[in-house]
């Protein structure tokens, strides 16, 4: 069955990315350990019984940890371990909230509280960090431009939905219950500042002038996802959401599009800089090409809504998709053809986080409930 043929090469793919340092997110090719990367590695990998696995997790934890900050930022990349100038690049808001989830699931999943309370004050410093940059003073945290997964592709900033579904989920998983609330309220219900729309979450929103409002009116497949998944929406926005994407087929040909529509040369989303990556042109790369690990994403938010038979469905077509190239669970796919794209790194590997979300939703689909947290 191809569903588990790409399940046994996903686990496959983990141990190649698998170092002394952490997850690498790919091999070959990105050579680093990326905090978002790793951290969504890890959760496919505590999810297989293998004590390799579990000890990369560990050491993504660790090498994340003592690269971070004096005030508290987790590290986007940690470049130590190449033939390059070694580096550590920051400038990144889900960073420390992807390393803060992962320290609760290690803990979690693995009965074992010792890593968690050796950096519980690690963990503090990030949750330190996020509070300032509340800027508004709205229970939100607010992020610039280019400070997240999508690095420099597409424009946004303020309140984005995918930064707000990862901070409600850190404070619910650290019992931070009561500020879990307040971003839930705001994101929901506050006309100034929150996030729902019509059929789904806004990508992004910051100030009101008067008629002239500074947000986005694309959909962002991911934050929307993760609204779902981590308990952010309720049943009738997340089932909004779901057929959303089946309506404008954002699960086709394979799951699932970056956003929805791509933005084109001269729209009032454009700038100028997407030019210089795949993303300048529609259906490549983030510009509404597909990424399997959303598409991972996109099954367990089914699996959440009990949609299980298409949960199966997309399961399929996501093993269809990273199963191409003799497996090679490519990091994007055309949007359009569903043929495998160019990486940025220039290099046909194997992509960890692709692999880490395939064995997520293979395990969740066999619990019939999501495995994450």
Known sequence: MLTKEAYDKAIWILSKCSTTHGFFAAYPGYDMVFGRDSMIM???????????????????LITLAENQSARGQIP????????????????????????????????????DSS?????????????????????GEDSLPEQLPTTDWQDAFPHRYGHTINTQALYYFA???????????KVKSVVNNNKDFGLWGKDFYLPWRWKNHGKYHEKGEWFDTLGNLLAIIFGLTDESKANKILNYIKRNKIDMPYPVKAIYPPIKS???DWQDYYLDCAAG????????????????????????????????????????????????????LN???????????????????????????????????????
């Not at 890890?42 to 993504?60: Q, R």
């Not at 949960?311 to 998709?321: F, G």
Request: proline letters at 1%; glycine letters at 10%; aromatic letters at 14%.
């Open 281 to 332: 042109k529609p259906w490549h790369y983030l510009n509404a090409g597909i990424w399997t690990f959303i598409g991972g994403f996109y099954v367990l938010a089914l699996i959440k809504m009990k949609r299980f038979k298409e949960a199966e469905v997309q399961l399929e077509k996501l093993s269809e998709a990273n199963m191409q190239n003799n497996g090679n669970f490519a990091e994007w």
């Open 76 to 111: 986007n990349a940690v470049d130590k371990y190449s033939g390059r100038k070694h580096r550590v690049d920051y400038m990144s808001i889900d960073s420390g909230l992807w390393f803060i989830i992962g320290h609760y699931i290690y803990k979690k999943k693995y009965h």
């Open 115 to 135: 890593l968690f309370k050796k950096y519980k004050i690690n963990i503090d410093m990030v949750f330190d960090w996020l509070e300032c940059q509340d800027t």
């Open 266 to 268: 001269g729209s009032k």
């Open 171 to 181: 404070l619910k998983l650290a019992g931070k219950n009561s500020e879990a609330e």
């Open 335 to 373: 949007g359009q053809t569903g043929e495998i794209g160019r990486t940025e790194a220039n290099v046909e590997g194997y992509q960890g986080w692709n692999a880490g979300m395939y064995i997520v939703a293979y395990e969740s689909l066999k619990a019939k409930r999501v495995l994450i947290g």
């Open 42 to 60: 890890s959760l496919g990998a505590s999810l297989v019984d293998d004590n390799k696995m579990k000890e990369t997790f560990k050491k993504s």
